[in-house]
C-alpha cells in the first residue's frame, strides 16, 4: 500500500511539474 501511496505522489509531483513548466514558456512567451 506504501508503494502505491508512493507512485500517486510521483505522478502528482509530475503533473505539477509539467504543468508549472507550461506555464513558465507561456510567461515567457
Known amino acids: 500500500m506504501d508503494g502505491k501511496h508512493d ?15 507550461r506555464y513558465m514558456n507561456l510567461l515567457s512567451m
Open 7 to 21: 507512485t500517486v505522489c510521483l505522478d502528482l509531483i509530475n503533473r505539477i511539474g509539467k504543468f508549472s513548466f
